[in-house]
T-cell receptor, first 114, second 115 residues
């Protein structure tokens, strides 16, 4: 069975600084996809960034980028120039290319300090 | 621009009193999912519909049922809510298929309180 682990329950960053959220996963599949979702307090979960496992190039979306290390099964999220609106719970998620099922990590709560 | 809509946003029910949560989508997606999310935890998939095909997770209690009368709407029925069912319930949709572009889009959730 696939598992996703986020080892940092809480993280804090100063506004305008850079922060990296960690995620590791375990799978024996070769076809899968990885996601980072953001869930602000009392607001809906939105997709931040997506990575296909077969792509070597790290995905980037504006201030958000990932460091995808396939051999190490690591998928960290880097947020550059952090903004107050980035404060949220961030979930790393794995989607099997075989079943399509989404498996979430435990989440990391990010606090952004002004 | 609302794409996945959940009603109500907050629902209070009494112990044992049946309750229905609603989800609708304007994306015309084939798949609709229901997740349960307890405080500060990861969402847990309860079941999903691929078109009219219902797929229940093995560990979803029988107390939870779902209906999908058409492509746009999906309902979560909790037949006899217990205190342990108090949670945020998230609806999500996706186009369907195993391609990497099959991203799930989430609604804002319904927070259920059981008294």
């Amino acid at each position: 069975a696939q598992t996703v682990t986020q080892s940092q329950p809480e993280m804090s960053v100063q506004e305008a600084e850079t922060v990296t959220l960690s995620c590791t996963y375990d799978t024996s599949e070769s076809d899968y996809y990885l996601f980072w979702y953001k869930q602000p307090p009392s607001r809906q979960m939105i997709l931040v960034i997506r990575q296909e496992a077969y792509k070597q190039q790290n995905a980037t979306e504006n201030r958000f980028s990932v460091n995808f290390q396939k051999a190490a099964k690591s998928f960290s999220l880097k947020i550059s120039d952090s903004q107050l609106g980035d404060a949220a719970m961030y979930f790393c998620a794995y989607r099997s290319g075989h079943t399509g099922k989404l498996i979430f990590g435990q989440g990391t709560t990010l606090q952004v300090k002004p | 621009d609302a794409m996945v809509i959940q009603n109500p946003r907050y629902q209070v029910t009494q112990f044992g009193k049946p309750v229905t949560l609603s989800c609708s989508q304007t994306l015309n997606h084939n798949v609709m999912y229901w997740y349960q999310q307890k405080s500060s935890q990861a969402p847990k998939l309860l079941f999903h519909y691929y078109d009219k095909d219902f797929n229940n997770e093995a560990d979803t209690p029988d107390n939870f049922q779902s209906r999908r009368p058409n492509t746009s709407f999906c309902f979560l029925d909790i037949r006899s809510p217990g205190l342990g069912d108090a949670a945020m319930y998230l609806c999500a949709t996706s186009r369907g298929g195993l391609a990497g572009t099959d991203t799930q889009y989430f609604g804002p959730g319904t927070r259920l309180t059981v008294l």
